[in-house]
């Protein structure tokens, strides 16, 4: 089965923050985030490996949380297919714009997420070999950006990421009733462990929420290089779990909160599929549900439950959140 449009990638986030001068300390002077431009009310950032113009927008709002997640398309005429499908879907596409993106289109997608999808922006350079610009841990790249779904049925979620977004599912979770309760899915293009996990919202009346958005450090020893930072910045509570070993894509983590309590995490040895036609999805049952998460870690901590509203791109202003991650679902040991 053919996808609706083709994406190439997972390309970049925009972020709500409330106080972009203690953002930008945060993410460029501790976390080491390459700093492209600022425009207003907005910051522009990306990783040291990098070329295109950010791959992170830390935009002021009241209330902080996801502003949006970029893709980029395949091929120009992607973005057409793209805006057909979403209205054969009664989902209206409008008119995106940022710095080094002239022509994108963002959409609120079936589970209440805003996409903005592009296939062109500008390319500014990495910083290469130029290792004196470095700091912080430094983050690379984007990986990936991890979502909660208010849905009970994340298998008909599977349909939407798999059948029409050509996403690959190369790993999932099952609950203790047997249905899927988290799962990681990556493009063709990037195939590696995924750019989007997708856990479920739990609540009366959930709303969408984001866990946590991720960037691929070099190596493991980076991890303790910002833990060290953040400690001797006095932001203790910014650490949260880890560093340990994900046996879900078999990469190392470490968890941060930004200063608003943003999740960020640093990831690094996941693996790549060379065959991505031919990948088979690990399933993890329940009851390995002890290492499924951390092959070696600490235990989880309760806050790891916590997720932050997203914005809502037909009405103005966040979504309402309900509920929590079921990512983890209450394992204790
Ligand atoms: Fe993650």
New binding site residues.
Partial sequence: MLPAFGIHRISHVGLRVSDLDRARWFYIDLLGFVKVERSGDEIYLKGVEEIQHHSLVLRKGSIPGLSYIGFRVSRPEDLDRAREYYRSLGMPTIKFKEKGVDEAIAVEDPYGFPLVFYYDMEQIGDLGLKYNLYRGAPPVRLS?V?ISLPVRDLDQALKYYIDDLGFILTEYFLGEDGSKHAAWVTSYYKHDSHDL?LGKTIGANPGPGLH?V?YVVYEFRDMVRIADILASSGLWDSIERGPGRHSATRAF?FYIRDLDGIRV?L?TGDYVILDPDRWKSIVWRFDQARYRSDFWGRPIPDRWKEIKPVESIVMSGMKPLEGYSSMMPTIRW
């Fill in positions: 990936h991890n996990a946590h991720a983590y995490e990831f």
